[in-house]
């Protein structure tokens, strides 16, 4: 077996004066051969990357009917809040047809007990 296989390199130990230097100065290691070769994990987001403060589009104003920076801000929340209102009606719309279907169901079956005709439902007040 060869020995130029058998090389390998040793970093010598730092010496003591350099040490305090750094300390003093307060420098900060830089990346290294193993740490750049260890893979990044991005943080998990929701999917708005967009939202971010330094990837926002640049607000520029030409003329007197350009929107500034705080109206986009405000119809981004705008949107924001119309998704969250119609989620929240759609909800709403689906308790409130289901309080319907359970009052026609009660008023079926007290009909059918007193042998009387089903109601129209022109004359059920919800």
């Not at 193993?34 to 030409?62: A, C, F, N, W």
Request: with cysteine; glycine share 4%; proline share 5%.
């Amino acid at each position: 077996m060869s020995k130029r296989n058998q090389v390998s390199y040793v970093r010598p130990a730092e010496p003591a004066f350099l040490a305090r230097f750094k300390e003093r100065i307060g420098y900060k290691e830089g990346p290294t051969v193993e740490t750049k070769r260890i893979q990044l994990q991005l943080p998990d987001e929701d999917g708005d990357h967009s939202d971010k403060e330094d990837e926002q589009p640049q607000v520029v104003i030409l003329k007197k009917g350009d929107l500034s920076a705080e109206e986009v801000m405000k119809i981004k929340a705008e949107i924001k809040a119309a998704k969250a209102g119609k989620m929240r009606e759609e909800s709403s719309l689906t308790l409130s047809l289901l309080q319907m279907k359970s009052r026609l169901l009660l008023m079926e079956e007290s009909c059918i007990e007193n042998q009387s005709s089903v109601p129209q439902m022109k004359n059920i007040q919800v």
